[in-house]
């Protein structure tokens, strides 16, 4: 799996698509998350360790919006402008998949991703000033049930109407879709008073609280452990930390000496960075990684691995 450049530079206009509990947030905090391109070794095709912004240059890249099997139930998809987001980021137009996803006799593609992707030292970036225009597909029924409703908390209609509002109140043109072709196609949008007309009323429903309570992954152990590792590594160079080795983490140590636990970890290491690639705690991997001079996991983890060995004056099988 490769990643082939394409074109520098950022497309004036850019579709980003995700769900809409996701676009909530986005308006709400005013902010794209983004992911970690120093998971993969394939992902990572700056100079040092980014985070960036995944994106398409039309509204029909084969991981937005292209076929049903893309579009769910209230999905959302952004319209940006790449134009003032090319005046603060930089950026690329990227072919993930290159020639194995080409036609072996014409080498043409077998599917167009579109994508391009914006680069950002930050794990975070400013959203609704970039945003020009939201597209929801709604196939609204009334109080259609979500998940979380037994817990007291928004169902989806719910949060449809709460986008709405956002969007208002951010003036941003959004538009709702009855029809995944209409929606794929951007065409004959439903007028917005009919698709309200079916909710409550946009005035009187719950609002999010910002710091509603949320269940926790416990997935970061083996983030947590790995960082912790690194950071103590660098103990004599580093007069802002003080770590001192607990019994488990020098068994934690131990497990390096063996060329197989050395594996294990780095793979466990490896699913959660991709499985979590927006988490915080990808800012104190990208830290370390200019501590260390790397510029991907990979290359961080040998870092350690080759520290852990002049420690201790040894060489791992």
Known sequence: ????????????NLFHSTMIQNAINILQNDEFVLQSDFAK????????????????RSRLGSYLISSDKYV??????????????SNNYSGKAVDYWGQSFKNPETKTPLSDEMEDRIFSPTRSIPATKYITKIDVYANVTPRQQGMFDTEGKLDKSEYLLKLYQLASKHNIEIRFFGSKSNF????????????LKKLHDPKGFIQFEKNQKRYKSSFGNTIDKFIRLANL????????????????????????????????????????MHNFSKDKKMVALRDLMKLYKTNNIHQLFDAVVEKIQKVNNVVFD
């Not at 070794?41 to 398409?56: D, I, R």
């Not at 769910?72 to 987001?85: T, Y």
Request: a positive charge; charged letters at 25%; aromatic letters at 10%.
């Open 1 to 12: 799996m490769q990643l082939f450049d394409l074109l520098e530079g950022i497309s004036e």
């Open 41 to 56: 070794s394939s992902e990572s095709k700056a100079k040092k360790p980014m985070f960036f912004l995944s994106t398409a």
């Open 72 to 85: 769910s139930n209230f999905s959302v998809l952004f319209h940006l402008n790449g134009k003032k987001l």
């Open 184 to 195: 794929i196609a951007g065409k004959n949008p439903t007028p917005t008073k009919e698709v």
């Open 233 to 272: 590594l660098l103990k004599n160079k580093r007069q802002d930390i003080d770590y001192t080795p607990t019994q488990q983490e020098i068994l934690y140590i131990s497990d390096f000496n063996s060329q197989y636990r050395r594996q294990d970890i780095k793979d466990g290491l490896l699913n959660d």
